[in-house]
């Protein structure tokens, strides 16, 4: 099964998506990660993306359906696809279509995060992932208080990092992007009857059972 977690940034895909690998054996495809991580080893892509990806922009969408393609590629037809953050334009819709269609697969479901924007901007200023295992907390994990750091409760690691464009002026233009270029493909995968929408501003867990029914997975 293949599936688009669709949504603006701090919708919750990332935290959907790890719960998604978790519990039922698929595999995240998130272009923010994979660009992250080369921007961290200092590719030639990474090198390019960086200063696009710091000012909220959009990296090419020749790059980025590239890092789909590749990854796919690597995947054995069994394991089922997240797409979290990919496609984000109408040209990456239409290259996805046929990325899949080589690969021999073939999309199930998008769905729809619905968020209120103005608490994302809160939800996003505030998030910080753990810096072993990625695992995304929406709450400030590490106060500046006597309490002292807080372990992940994935991995028991107490040191956080924050995303250098997790701030108040770049998620505004993240946000309008995600208006103006990412919503718009919606009516691509509507006229195939396979888009549905989810409460994302509901609590973690219930937007899990909402988008286990979705797609048909039992739920302990
Ligand atoms: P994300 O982690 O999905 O919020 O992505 C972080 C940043 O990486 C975005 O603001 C873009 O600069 C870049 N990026 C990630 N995915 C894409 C994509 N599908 N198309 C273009 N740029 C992307």
New binding site residues.
Partial sequence: MDIILLGP?GAG??TQAQRLVAEHAMRQL???????AAVKAGTPTGLE?KA??????????A???AL?DAELLAMGPETGAIF??????AD?AAALDGILARHGRQLDHVIELEVDEDALVERITSRVTCENCGHIYSVPVNPPSSAGPVACEVCGSTEYKR?P?DNAE?VR??LG?YRADTAPILPHYEARGIVSRVDGMAAIEDVARAIDVILGLGHS
């Fill in positions: 940034p895909k990332g998130s272009t923010g990660d994979m660009l992250r993306a696009v990806m710091d000012r909220g922009e959009l990296v090419s969408d790059i980025v359906s789909i979290d953050g990919y496609p984000r334009t990456q995303r464009d770049t233009t993240r992007i």
